[in-house]
């Protein structure tokens, strides 16, 4: 039994669209996932961690909702064109991590790791947080933000079963699954438009 089936019941990380991810996410979406006002809230809280440095976007597109261009920015997502469009990046990466959840980076390569609305389709979150701490240098932190949006046939569906207070437990239970974060800090912070809740920790 792996160690995650201990903390999140049985068919929690189905979905409805079981496919390879290739097939939905092989479309651009060159889009706006949350609205302007959301965005504004979510650059607000990037900059108030401090997103500066090396930087990984995790499950990036073309925009990675940073204010100002950090040093260096590796975005990781699943479609080659939307990571192309992402004009800030360094070095993008294509990667499936609900197929393969290791990072493809050495041990300590990022100050900071960032992921915007799109925790929500992992499969195998605590492995994947793992590895995110795995690549944070020490005091690195990584950074959630999220909205009540997604495609719903991509998301697991524990996500999909409960309300914004549950997807704040659900990302805070990754973090303590992991064993690898200090104690995460939660937030809904104030946004004109689309709600935006924000969970990170630091690597512990
Ligand atoms: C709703 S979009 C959000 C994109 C971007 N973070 C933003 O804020 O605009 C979800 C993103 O998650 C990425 N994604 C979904 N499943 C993934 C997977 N299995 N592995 C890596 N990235 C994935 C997709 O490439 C897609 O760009």
């Known amino acids: 039994m792996a160690d995650t089936d201990l903390t999140f019941p049985q068919g929690f990380f189905d979905r409805s669209?079981?496919?390879?991810?290739?097939?939905?996410?092989?479309?651009?979406r060159l889009v706006q996932h949350i609205d302007d006002a959301a965005v504004a809230t979510v650059s607000a809280f990037y900059d108030?961690?401090?997103?500066?440095?090396?930087?990984?976007?995790?499950?990036?597109s073309w925009v990675s909702h940073l204010s100002t261009p950090p040093r260096h920015l590796t975005v990781l997502g699943?479609?080659?064109?939307?990571?192309?469009?992402n004009?800030?990046?360094?070095?993008?990466?294509?990667?499936?991590?609900?197929?393969d959840p290791r990072l493809p980076f050495a041990d300590a390569s990022f100050d900071t790791v960032?992921?915007?609305?799109?925790?929500?389709?992992?499969?195998?979150?605590?492995?994947v947080f793992r590895e995110v701490a795995r690549v944070l240098r020490p005091g690195g932190t990584f950074a959630i933000a999220f909205s009540n949006r997604c495609f719903p046939t991509k998301a697991v569906r524990g996500w999909l079963a409960t309300?914004?207070?549950?997807?704040?437990?659900?990302?805070?239970?990754y973090f303590t699954a992991?064993?690898?974060f200090g104690e995460p800090v939660d937030e809904q912070r104030p946004s004109a438009g689309d709600p935006v809740f924000t969970v990170r920790a630091t690597r512990a």
């Open 17 to 28: 669209d079981a496919r390879d991810d290739a097939v939905f996410y092989g479309p651009p």
């Open 48 to 60: 108030e961690v401090g997103v500066d440095g090396d930087v990984l976007d995790l499950m990036s």
């Open 78 to 85: 699943m479609n080659t064109a939307e990571l192309r469009a």
């Open 87 to 99: 004009t800030w990046a360094h070095e993008r990466v294509v990667h499936d991590l609900n197929a």
């Open 114 to 127: 960032v992921s915007t609305v799109s925790v929500d389709y992992l499969t195998r979150p605590v492995e």
């Open 163 to 173: 309300d914004d207070a549950g997807h704040v437990r659900i990302v805070r239970d």
């Open 178 to 180: 992991s064993g690898a």
